[in-house]
């Protein structure tokens, strides 16, 4: 879905347009409600693990996906992915097809029961929370530090698809970004239930030798959240002179992809971008356009493993 968030969603407390839009919000909820009456399905020969959010937007699901992936792998675990078919998501597609095996179909549980079929172990689900077709083995909710959860408002008047709330029932809360004090939000989910398990991953660059931090740069994205792909570079010293953010999964033109050569040259600097964004211009043959390569580092580590054994031991 090609969709930028309105700025409302983002502001700390509700704006004019948030009330206004209320109602729907509301009359949304109500809808969802009924889901919880849809009977839930499980495949015995497989376990899952679902990777979701609550916030609509980048929140490091794919990344927190593909490091699962590396881990369970390390223990000789044959797993797999399991993303829903959106034609418009193929750039996420690709990123996890080249990391592991993927099943994508239009319903979920049809994937899952193909990846039972051909005796994968466990398989790890690239968003899914809101499917209540399925029961999860293990759910984990992402947050990004920057945004957390914008307007605390459910869509359309927030950013929010279903309440703060209801992170209770998933246990687990992943919070995703580049070394932010996070007292004050670890606060609020402790508020909410103080039993539930909160990680903290850190985005790190890990093809930083492939750029010489001397030069200037052009940086572009067009992902769920582009100040935190910024903030990850500027931390890592990389001096950017101009920064310009499309909508998630935005197609590039011909004409904007040749827009940034111009631009460079003019300012004298390089260009990159981040490794989903290249996925959907790599076979347009610009050389001169790099990504950069990024890895989500768990900084409790341990503590997630020793969580996560539950579904493989």
Not at 19 to 26: D, H, K
Not at 96 to 102: D, Q
Not at 164 to 186: A, C, W
Not at 248 to 275: A, G, M, R, V, W
């Amino acid at each position: 879905m090609k969709f930028k968030k309105p700025k409302f969603w983002d502001y700390k407390k509700p704006s004019l347009n948030s009330y206004l839009l209320l109602p729907i919000s509301i009359l949304i909820k109500s809808i969802n409600l009924l889901k919880v009456f849809i009977p839930k399905k499980k495949i015995k020969q497989i376990r899952t693990i679902c990777v979701g959010n609550i916030y609509l937007g980048g929140t490091g699901k794919t990344s927190l996906s593909l490091k699962i992936n590396e881990i369970l792998n390390e223990k000789k675990i044959k797993t797999c992915f399991i993303k829903k078919f959106y034609s418009s998501q193929i750039d996420e597609q690709n990123l996890l097809e080249i990391n592991g095996k993927l099943f994508s179909d239009k319903k979920r549980i049809n994937s899952l029961k193909q990846a039972s079929t051909e005796g994968f172990k466990v398989a790890i689900f690239d968003d899914g929370l809101q499917d209540f077709s399925i029961n999860y083995d293990f759910n984990i909710v992402c947050f990004n530090n920057l945004n957390w959860i914008g307007n605390g408002l459910t869509i359309p008047s927030g950013p929010l698809r279903e309440s703060i709330e209801n992170i209770k029932k998933y246990k687990n809360v992943f919070l995703n970004g580049n070394d932010e004090d996070l007292d004050e939000i670890k606060r609020y989910i402790n508020k909410i239930d103080p039993n539930i398990n909160i990680y903290q991953g850190k985005y790190i660059p890990k093809n930083l030798d492939e750029f010489n931090l001397n030069d200037k740069f052009l940086v572009f994205s067009g992902i769920g959240n582009h100040r935190t792909f910024i903030s990850m570079l500027k931390t890592n010293n990389f001096n950017i002179v101009k920064d310009i953010e499309y909508p998630d999964h935005y197609q590039y033109s011909i004409q904007e992809l040749d827009n940034f050569i111009s631009i460079s040259k003019n300012l004298d600097c390089k260009i990159i971008t981040t490794e989903k964004d290249f996925m959907r211009i790599r076979e347009s043959n610009y050389d001169k356009i790099k990504y950069i390569k990024v890895d989500l580092k768990i900084l409790n580590e341990k503590k997630f493993l020793k969580d996560l054994s539950n579904i493989y031991e």
